[in-house]
């Protein structure tokens, strides 16, 4: 009698990586990716500077598209690299016209599926604002953020910050001389539609400085993508250390997720308060580089129904901020699924807006936008896995709407 022998299984395949990327990369990361491939040091930099405008102000997904580069060097960047962007697992399109990328990020290795982060597009009539994402969930624990709930995974890498940027361009039809691609958004009046880029998506941006600072000197390079540091803002739920050297080293505009005026209640709102309370970051706001009427500080302020939306302390928010430059954004808050707070009434609102408004502030209640796709402020979490089947129908339904929201 002949024993059977159990069957093997397969081993299972390796994952494939791709070729790594050169889209995010810095002007040193592209130098360094020439000399990998044996580019002589004497034209690295000339090289550097061909492949910037193409990949940053064309926009360009093939080397063959790089004619002011020999075929030979070409076909050398293909054989090592890409130009490859972030996968969008998932876009989602509101019916105020915001839309939500789900992107995954390629994967470092065999044992990684590649890091998901959220991204939102916000269109205006004067504007298009990008909400970029800075870390893997959130190193906070913001009580009314549903993005808080999300354990911190990791920091992004400064290319995987430009490359949202680079991602949201391609899908919008935004770079020039190019076809859009099939179901992008298109500008109908000949303006580019990413105009502004906010700091204000999944993490908090100073626990990941230095990619944040390297991220905007590529987005800000006038060779390239070519924004204003005017018109990029960055949010803080008060890091205090890292405030001045936020403005000596990127200049750009600061927002503050303020939300509540006593240490008690912001310790309990915003927990970091524990670490830098009110006074310590309304003193790193004083001293902003460059803070001036011109360029006031954001004081973000989500409004919660009974628990930071009184009389009294719209007149302490004053009281706190005088002698600050500052605008005050009052958020209405978003609610998600499974928060205990609630937004405060409209009348309340108003009421509150204008004590601050009569004090000498612009005080503007943020219009909530992309709320029905969990696009809003403080709702973003990128666990598609717990996408129920019917949230992954809206989806569907919204994705299918896109022309239609396209053409208003």
Known sequence: MTASVPATAAPAAEPVLRRPSLVGRTRAGLLEALAEIGVPEKERRMRVGQLWNWIYHYGVREFDAMTTIGKGLRGQLAERFSLDLPTVTAEQVSTDGTRKWLMRMPSTGPHDRGAEIECVYIPEVDRGTLCVSSQVGCTLTCTFCHTGTQRLVRNLKTEEIVAQVMV????????????????????????????????????????????????????????????????????????????????????????????????????????LNKKYPIKDLLDACRNYPGLSNAKRITFEYVMLKGVNDSDAEARELVRLLKGIPAKINLIPFNPWPGTKYECSDWDRIERFSEIVFRAGYASPVRTPRGRDILAACGQLKSETEKLSARARLMLDEAQAAAPAVAAE
């Open 168 to 271: 949201a361009r391609d899908r919008l039809g935004d770079f020039p001389n190019r076809k859009a691609p099939d179901g992008a958004f298109v500008p109908n009046d000949g303006g580019r539609f990413v105009s502004n880029i906010v700091f204000m998506g999944m993490g908090e941006p100073l626990y990941n400085f230095d990619g944040v600072r390297d991220a905007i000197g590529v987005i800000t390079d006038d060779q390239g993508l070519s924004l204003g540091r005017r018109r990029i803002t960055v949010s803080t739920s008060g890091v205090v250390p890292q405030i001045g050297p936020l403005g000596e080293e990127m200049g750009t505009m600061l927002a503050i997720s303020l939300h509540a005026v006593r240490d008690d209640l912001r310790n309990e709102l915003v927990p």
